[in-house]
């Protein structure tokens, strides 16, 4: 069982930067790829980034490459979404999800078993 606590959320004007935190329990947050995915109103969740379990592999949304960038402590199991640039199409509940020990990275929801609670973001134009 993995619990994942995302913190750091907020408002900020267009163009600032905000740093989102996923703070995960459980001993195999090493071997899981994780994942942001955000939920604007009336939309569908969509996929932001992801990370492999080693760090070595990214992977990004084309509406956030170059501004996002996702990170990853497996000391501190955490794992971090820094973003700047923000516009107010960023608006949205921001979501941490683990896939499964060993598992490739991926960007469909489908590939990620747990999920936190989400975090609000609300970029002001």
């Known amino acids: 069982q993995v619990q994942l606590v995302e913190s750091g959320g907020g408002l900020v004007q267009a163009g600032g930067s905000l740093r989102l935190s996923c703070a995960a329990s459980?001993?195999?947050?090493?071997?899981?790829?994780m994942g942001w995915f955000r939920q604007a109103p009336g939309k569908e969740r969509e996929f932001v980034a992801g990370?492999?379990?080693?760090?070595?592999?990214?992977s990004y949304a084309d509406s956030v490459k170059g501004r996002f960038t996702i990170s990853r402590d497996n000391a501190k199991t955490t794992v971090y979404l820094q973003m700047n640039s923000l516009k107010p199409e960023d608006t949205a509940v921001y979501y941490c999800?683990?896939?499964?020990?060993?598992?490739?990275?991926?960007?469909?929801?489908?590939?990620?078993?747990?999920w936190g609670q989400g975090t609000q973001v609300t970029v002001s134009s």
């Open positions: 459980g001993r195999t947050f090493s071997r899981r790829a």
């Open positions: 990370i492999s379990w080693s760090g070595g592999t990214t």
């Open positions: 999800a683990a896939g499964a020990p060993n598992d490739d990275l991926g960007s469909s929801a489908s590939s990620y078993y747990y």
